[in-house]
Nanobody
């Protein structure tokens, strides 16, 4: 069984910075895609940023130039550095791992973390 655990959420003032981490555990052989999504009350979950195993990244237009996604393939961990945070960035952030291959032969698992709350407020 594969699990994702996020950490690093909290309260920050507008213009401030915050870093999120997402650690995976379980019988993982490799993970093709890792990413961060966010979802506010009554809204659809939206992409924030994704990164492939090879390091290719993709960002939502709303966070380009402010957020940076990185990953450690050896640890199957993904990070999100958020700078110049705005009140509209306030919501729950979810970690995602897709196209997970396990040592038991699974090839296409997808797993979500439980979410971590980011609040941007003065």
């Amino acid at each position: 069984q594969v699990q994702l655990v996020e950490s690093g959420g909290g309260l920050v003032q507008p213009g401030g910075s915050l870093g999120l981490s997402c650690a995976s555990s379980g019988s993982i052989f490799s993970i093709d895609y890792m990413g961060w999504y966010r979802q506010g009350p009554g809204k659809q979950r939206e992409l924030v940023a994704t990164i492939t195993r090879g390091g290719s990244t993709n960002y939502a237009d709303s966070v380009k130039g402010r957020f940076t996604i990185t990953r450690n393939n050896a640890k199957n961990t993904v990070y999100l550095q958020m700078n110049n945070l705005k009140p509209e960035d306030t919501t729950v952030y979810y970690c995602n791992a897709d196209r997970i291959a396990t040592i038991f032969g699974d090839r296409d698992l997808e797993v979500w973390g439980q979410g971590t709350l980011v609040t941007v407020s003065s």
